[in-house]
């Protein structure tokens, strides 16, 4: 029987540290994938709760979870972390026994380069693809299709470029290793191929030659099997 104070808030902490941790967000999401890779990657047993950023409800519990209103949102008990960066460095030290960082300081660093230009300039420009060819008109939005041949033209060439060049003739990103970087850079080209578009191997060897190795590794391969499920049960092509 519990008793005093002290034991009832040793027994509450004991009960939400025996609760799976939740993974707010959607699939369909390449900041949600990066996290849910990890998350795989790591065997951490967690609950997927699809929650939708351009749906007014979700987005109101969002804000109530993220200032941002963004996903992804992770809760493990009482704790709750937002941004995937975030979210993958929590689980990093919370579960370091399979690592998705490198461990010199050199490496480490270049990995955390990777996964900022990937979260920054990759997965915006090409969100603004398939967001507006998939998505937009079942969110009653106007596709933007000034937009896209925008990003098509413009934006990608140029990051396409340097990501073939960083890539070269290496397997991974990083130290002959595969690493959060290589996830981050990955995650959001499922994304692009199920709007219509991939990245040319006429003009982008290096970078096709990875995509299409790093998308047979086993957890890029599992989300990548995921994302395609859920589109085709959202009837999206
Ligand atoms: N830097 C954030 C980016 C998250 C992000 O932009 N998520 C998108 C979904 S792909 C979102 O929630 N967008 C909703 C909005 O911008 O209102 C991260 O790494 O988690």
Not at 95 to 99: F, G, L, T
Not at 169 to 176: A, G, I, Q, S, T
């Given at each position: 029987m519990i008793e005093t104070e002290n034991e009832m808030s040793k027994f509450r902490s004991k009960k939400a540290a025996e609760v799976q941790p939740i993974l707010y967000g959607s699939i369909v999401s390449p900041y949600v994938r990066k996290v849910a890779i990890v998350l795989d990657l790591k065997n951490i047993a967690y609950s997927l709760e699809t929650l939708i950023p351009f749906i007014e409800k979700d987005k109101q519990k969002l804000l109530n979870m993220n200032p941002l209103g963004k996903v992804p949102v992770y809760q493990d008990g009482g704790f709750m972390l937002s941004d995937s960066s975030v979210i993958c460095a929590y689980l990093e030290k919370q579960?370091?026994?399979?690592?998705v960082y490198p461990s010199t300081s050199e490496t480490y660093a270049t990995c955390l380069w990777y996964e900022e230009y990937a979260d920054s300039q990759l997965i915006p420009n090409i969100l603004t693809v398939a967001f507006n060819i998939l998505f937009a008109a079942r969110f009653n939005l106007r596709p933007d299709m000034n937009a896209v041949k925008n990003v098509l033209d413009n934006k990608l060439p140029q990051i396409f470029t340097y990501l073939d060049n960083e890539i070269g003739?290496?397997?991974?990103?990083?130290?002959?290793c595969f690493s959060l970087a290589d996830i981050s850079i990955a995650v959001p080209f499922i994304n692009f191929e199920m709007a219509g578009h991939r990245v040319s191997p006429d003009k982008w060897a290096n970078l096709s030659r990875y995509l299409d190795e790093i998308s047979q590794e086993l957890y890029i391969a599992k989300a990548n099997m995921l994302m395609r499920e859920t589109l085709q049960n959202a009837n999206i092509k």
């Open positions: 579960y370091p026994d399979s690592v003739n290496k397997k991974y990103f990083v130290n002959d």
